[in-house]
């Protein structure tokens, strides 16, 4: 009995192992450029779902093999003026992963950005146009001048806000950046009150990006 009960149980530990290499297989999937020709493509369909979907999957891959999305960064960018939030926001996420890479390229999305910043529908698009802005100043002084007045408006309106955690962070990323020295000044005077009278990860954020803005003037 003792017997069978070890095959039986050495049997579910196949099964379970093999269930999880399966998960694992389509978690990563070899992703072709036939296979983005169609997502892109269901980026501009009638099918509100199917936009979602897409932009979804966009995301993922903007992250695992962003190469295969060089050669449709005006589509990701065309996306931000789509009814729906959802697919607006995950336009944005992906064009923010691609902001490293592609540079200029993505930089055509300043606008949707701009507008989808102060979207009063949905703070997920909010949130996805402010990080994706940071990432924009972040990469260039001159793109840091441009992006600043509009993040700096964002964090007035949206202070204490449940997605301020991740501003900060993205904010972080800006004060890390290839900013010019007035927007490095302007956004340690911005959070410095917080710095030195805030809480919680409000505090500690806003002191990571002085002492980042600082460690570039060094």
Known sequence: ???????????????????EALEAESADPSYTPELVETLIEGLSGFSRRRRQEVGFELVAIAHTAPELL????????DALYRPEAQTRWEALDALTALVPLYGEKTFG????????LFDEGSATVRLAAFLFLCR?????????DEAWPLLDEA??????????????????????????????????????????NGTSFIKTYSAEIIKAVRGQKE
């Open 1 to 19: 009995m003792a017997e069978e009960m070890g095959i039986e149980v050495d049997a579910i530990a196949v099964e379970i192992a093999e269930s």
């Open 136 to 144: 924009y100043g972040a990469f260039a002084p001159e793109r840091s």
């Open 70 to 77: 060089e050669g449709h960064i005006d589509a990701l960018i």
């Open 155 to 196: 964090i007035q309106c949206f202070h204490g806000d449940a997605e301020y955690h991740d501003m900060l962070g993205g904010l972080l990323e800006l004060a890390q950046g290839s900013i010019s020295p007035a927007c490095a000044d302007a956004l340690a005077e911005r959070v410095g009150f917080d710095a030195d």
């Open 109 to 116: 999305a300043f606008e949707g950005a701009e507008t989808s």
